[in-house]
């Protein structure tokens, strides 16, 4: 899949790389480095097999290609909006090799309703497209407090939710402000079924799951989720 000029000079800008809302703006936005496996995994297409340019760091495993099916009972991205991304603003995923969870960082959430749900989801979209003028919902995945997982940007494109760091990282975002309030019970239970499938498709070791603030400076998923992800790692509940 080839890069249209546009495509090239909106990633050069620095246009897809930054999520939360806590993440400073003055990191370097280049974007990431090509993977290490020498394989462009095909999209839709399967047509591009270029050869990628050598990684400045030599440690990332080759990621696993995409697939789009989501995790067991997600709602698809039909079920809260008709808007699709805007493509070229959007980079293909070519592979997943590990995930990051977010917190939405907003003003706490206590509803449970799927309307309020949607209507949130659009709001953050807005928020990303409109304002952020990304291509998309910056998240992979959405889980609300009522436990429900929701098709946010399809795995087939990148995210646009850890600074510099959105090749192969599928994003998973659970509404709320956990700085302020506590993820449902709910939602953490959704988030180790969600996990566990992410892993075991897209063969993700627990050391490769990581929270935002584990990738850059930001107090992102907040302190009252952080200690709970450490806990569902540490305690083999992923693996
Ligand atoms: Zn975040």
């Not at 080759?62 to 008709?82: D, E, F, H, K, N």
């Not at 206590?110 to 910056?138: C, K, P």
């Not at 850890?162 to 990282?169: E, L």
Request: proline share 9%.
């Amino acid at each position: 899949m080839k890069l249209t000029r546009r495509e090239l000079l909106l990633t050069s800008l620095g246009l897809l790389v930054t999520g939360c809302t806590q993440t400073p703006t003055s990191l370097n936005r280049r974007p990431g480095t090509p993977w290490p496996n020498g394989v462009s995994q095909p999209i839709r297409t399967g047509t591009d097999t270029r050869t990628v340019a050598a990684p400045r760091t030599p440690i990332q495993p080759a990621p696993t290609p995409i697939a789009t099916a989501g995790p067991p009972g997600m709602r698809p991205r039909s079920w809260w909006t008709r808007s699709g991304p805007i493509r070229s603003k959007v980079n293909p995923m070519m592979g997943v090799n590990r995930i990051t969870i977010h917190h939405e960082g907003h003003t706490p959430v206590w509803f449970t309703d799927e309307a309020s749900t949607r209507a949130r989801m659009e709001q953050v979209r807005n928020i990303h497209t409109r304002d952020r003028r990304w291509g998309d919902i910056g998240y992979h995945y959405v889980i609300d407090r009522a436990g429900r997982v929701i098709e946010g940007r399809s795995v087939a494109y990148q995210g646009a939710h850890v600074s510099n760091q959105n090749p192969h990282n599928v994003g998973v975002m659970l509404l709320g402000n956990f700085e302020k309030q506590s993820p449902s019970q709910a939602q953490l239970t959704s988030l180790q079924s969600t996990l566990r499938h992410l892993m075991a498709k897209y063969r993700v070791p627990v050391k490769r799951v990581y929270t935002h603030r584990e990738l850059g400076p930001t107090i992102c998923p907040g302190r009252n989720l952080q200690p709970r992800i450490a806990s569902l790692r540490s305690s083999g509940a992923l693996a």
